[in-house]
DNA sequence: AGATATTACTTGCAAATTGCAATTAATTTG
DNA sequence: CAAATTAATTGCAATTTGCAAGTAATATCT
């Protein structure tokens, strides 16, 4: 056996800089958390903060407050829910989308370079073992449970 | 082609909360970069600051007053280094190293189950992919140069 | 229907984390 | 030996975080 570990530790770090590369689009400058949110509403058809902050597995107090700071930067609109008046509604405004759309191309670009240095037969088999690796994740009890 | 942005986003927030789970031992509480200083300090013989700073990518400054907090903890030691007095020498604490241990063990029982969730060939499969991914990965331009 | 409980979201702290700029002390370079 | 470089530390100041407590709207229960 392997010490998955060791696999794991290196691959997360790597995996946390390249998250935080790839947060600047034009005079606009947001967090990694910032961009996972971003990226949760986009994908998302008229979420409420719960289901985002949820989706992301982030303490709804400081999602709160995230959103508060998007809200201001004019990239994330709230909208009163007409249902159900506790609730807000979130959507990426013009400029929200073009951002997210944006991060989402360069970080496809970052992805293919890294592909880049592998062959058609290793590109496949390591996309297939990630699709492998969430699946088994999303079965696993330890971690993950609030993810989809 | 497939959409890798999609996948990896899933995977990097599941990493991240596998990470966050991990850093419990007994009354001693400490933070996912801190489990990742232990790592490092635990892999490397007699490191620098800069070593370690350098290795998970870390600012300096910001990592200079981790390791006071590390130190405050009695999880890691720091030794003036007699060949250069600049330079101090970090290691582990008897203490220390019991957290990096069993941090170590309860990453790998984690990774466990959820490798429990698939077959041989599929575990085989996956590991050797995270291999050639963190491969890929240390050739790139783009990102994670600074890593080993 | 009306009191009670629950839910969605917001605020008030207080602690921790971060990074840039500037500092100190030791070493290297010219 | 003076000047430049290096290793590590400190002073801010901004950001992020989460618990506890609060407000307002909806659901539940007798």
Known sequence: M???RELFQVLTRR?????????????????????????EIDKQIAP????IAEAIAMDITTFSRQIQTLVKMELVKKTPSS????????????????????????????????????????????????KLLNQAMSKSSVCCTPLL
């Open 48 to 51: 409420s903060m719960q289901q």
């Open 83 to 130: 249902a159900d008046k506790r609730v807000y509604l979130l959507s990426l405004t013009l400029q929200g989308k073009f951002v997210a759309t944006t991060i989402d191309e360069s970080m496809n670009a970052y992805l293919e370079e890294v592909f880049s240095h592998m062959n058609e037969f290793e590109k496949e088999t390591v996309i297939r073992s990630i």
């Open 2 to 4: 392997e010490n998955k």
């Open 15 to 39: 995996f946390g800089l390249l998250n935080k590369n790839c947060c600047s689009v034009g005079t606009v400058d947001i967090s990694p958390v910032q961009s996972h949110i971003l990226y």
